[in-house]
């Protein structure tokens, strides 16, 4: 009896240590990676890390990918606060901020965005500079406050064409999302999650490796994927998307994204166009460039820019194209001169 009750007590003890271990990583990650930026009360019990650089006007606001935090901008950011003022921040949900109780369309996020600038003092006008569903959101802030916006920038925004309800194929593959982010909360409370991302992005790979074998071909697809795109990014922050992956908070943040996703489609698919605001947009040249009518019910004055080098994270790809870009809307926006088409 002794040796069973042993047995059995060994699972438990193995997750007690696993938790324990997560908490202290976590308390350890924010403590070394999130000093440099500040979290800003937005209401509701909602705080989000924000991380402002440089100075003057116009104010140059970024907006991250569907699961993407601060850090995808860390080095357009870093060059554009050069030339003037920017600020980069996560989404309720993702990265160091907390979660929100709203469903992530960009309708919420744009009026939770707009509460962090007025709370955090961040005076208008503002260049919008958004990447895939961020483009979504910085359309949505346009129309909802036309009177801040000086100027949007739209990184291979998302197309709702391509996906639910519009594209009903597409459905299995949000499932899919859904159940993996599902299942990894479990495994990020207990440790398991900080293990494989610290070995993918801190160490030899071989536990990640390990739990990719496990999950079979998707699993090893999946990692390649990811691996491929972070280490597009610079070398420094690593350490910080590993620390963003190891948190629970941050599959469920996922989760409610990816799950939102056929109700954001529903809210941007007929939105209408935004008026009297230059829109700068880059389309990869691994992807189909917009039709003249798509371009028209984005915008009334949109210039579309092909980066001949990218697939969609074009700011990884082709980082001087848009560093290039937000700068001459910078100027546009100074000068008061037209968008030049290319």
């Not at 699961?67 to 949900?93: K, M, P, V």
């Not at 949000?174 to 599902?182: M, N």
């Amino acid at each position: 009896m002794r040796y069973l009750l042993l047995l059995l007590a060994i699972p438990f003890a193995i997750a007690a240590v696993g938790y324990v271990y997560q908490l202290w990583g976590n308390r350890r990650d924010r403590e070394r990676f999130a000093a440099e930026g500040r979290w800003v009360e937005i209401g509701d019990g909602c705080s989000h890390y924000l991380l402002e650089k440089g100075a003057g006007g116009p104010s140059v606001i970024f907006e991250a990918g569907i699961a993407a935090t601060n850090l995808n901008w860390c080095h357009i950011q870093e060059e554009i606060s050069r030339h003037t003022f920017t600020a980069s921040y996560d989404r309720g949900g993702l990265g160091w901020s907390s979660p929100t109780r709203t469903a992530r369309t960009p309708g919420n996020i744009a009026v939770e965005l707009h509460a962090l600038l007025q709370t955090a003092d961040i005076k208008p006008p503002f260049i919008l500079v958004g990447h895939s569903f961020g483009g979504l959101v910085m359309r949505r802030f346009a129309l909802l406050y036309p009177e801040m916006v000086a100027g949007i920038i739209l990184v291979d925004p998302m197309r709702c064409e391509e996906w639910p309800p519009l594209a009903p194929a597409k459905q299995a593959a949000l499932d899919r999302g859904v159940k993996l982010s599902s299942f990894a909360i479990p495994i990020a409370r207990f440790g398991l999650a900080r293990l494989a991302v610290t070995s993918l992005l801190c160490r030899s790979g071989r536990i990640s490796g390990f739990f990719a074998d496990a999950a079979g071909d998707g699993g090893r697809h999946v990692l390649n994927r990811i691996t491929s795109e972070v280490k597009k990014m610079p070398r420094q922050v690593w350490p910080v998307v590993a620390a963003h992956w190891s948190r629970p908070g941050y599959y469920d943040g996922m989760r409610r994204h990816v799950q939102a996703v056929p109700d954001t489609v529903r809210e941007m698919h007929n939105a209408p166009p935004i008026e009297g605001i230059p829109v700068l947009l880059l389309t990869p040249g691994q992807s189909s460039p917009l039709s003249a009518e798509q371009l028209c019910a984005i915008g009334d004055n949109v210039v579309q820019v092909i980066a001949e080098e990218s697939a969609h994270w074009i700011h990884l790809d082709e980082p001087e194209l848009v560093i290039q870009s937000i700068r001459e809307m910078v100027e546009i926006v100074r000068t008061g001169a037209a968008v030049a088409t290319a």
